[in-house]
């Protein structure tokens, strides 16, 4: 997955309700966020009709004061298609070039309908592993409108979720979840000592169950119970890798 250079740019999170965008300054390897604003889409336009909503966003960034318009667009879990992929030994080239095979192989016949990347790094010297990841050329279609109308420029497209982790990693650390949830759907990451290993989106349209004290006493509403579902299944799914289950973290954002 590139890496940003840019001094200056603007990070755009689409999501269903509407888009959030921070403007980040990069300095010497330090980002800092300068601005913080949401983007309601308009009526009669939504994620589904992104480049409609081009003309609408280039308004907002100039009345909200955003100056620049080099933009790293973070996608929704649910429009990948993710695998995780164990390397061999191998220098990027080459890890590069098995990767392709494999997108080949798993996502579909004919790559100009599917955009792919991977995150991660191979090992030269030994096994490692990366989440290939494939996205429909439409949607990146979609969001090249999108950005045109807007007057952006796509310096990179990436999961959100990916970006979150990353973020997240430090309260992480050695091993953990990070979990983002709003609206009626959520997304997981599991980030270990070896990067990111998983990302998915789920639902949370489920009522919410109860947490009650150790005396089993009702002391307030739970999450919804997908939430903890989804938890549940995380966590027992997560190498062992001599971590003991205590130092495994768990990061909870909300919307």
Request: charged share 20%.
């Amino acid at each position: 997955m590139a890496k940003v250079r840019h001094s200056k740019y603007l990070g755009i999170s689409l999501g269903e309700q509407g888009i959030l965008v921070a403007e980040v300054a990069n300095s010497g390897g330090r980002r800092e966020v300068r601005k913080l604003a949401e983007f309601t889409f308009p009526e009669g336009t939504s994620l589904a009709q992104l480049p409609a909503a081009g003309r609408a966003f280039a308004s907002f960034l100039k009345h909200e004061g955003f100056h620049s318009r080099d933009a790293v667009f973070g996608v929704p879990a649910r429009w990948l298609v993710i695998k995780p992929k164990d390397l061999p030994p191998a220098d990027e080239e080459t890890a590069s070039a098995m990767l392709r095979m494999q997108a080949e192989s798993d996502f579909s016949s004919d790559l100009k309908e599917m955009a792919y990347d991977y995150a991660g790094e191979s090992q030269p010297k030994k096994p490692s592993s990366v989440l290939l990841m494939g996205m429909p050329q439409e949607r990146l279609t979609h969001i090249n409108e999108f950005a045109e109308a807007a007057r952006c420029s796509v310096v990179a497209v990436t999961p959100s979720m990916a970006a979150l982790a990353a973020v997240s990693s430090p309260m992480a650390v050695p091993e953990g979840i990070v979990v983002y949830v709003g609206g009626k759907s959520g997304e997981l990451a599991v980030q270990t000592t070896h990067g990111l290993q998983r990302i998915r989106h789920f639902s949370t349209s489920a009522p919410a169950g109860i947490l009650v004290d150790s005396g089993g006493t009702a002391v307030a509403d739970g999450p919804p119970v997908q939430i903890v579902a989804e938890l549940r299944r995380t966590f027992a799914g997560l190498p062992q890798n001599g971590t003991p289950p205590e130092d495994r973290k768990l990061v909870f954002w909300d919307g």
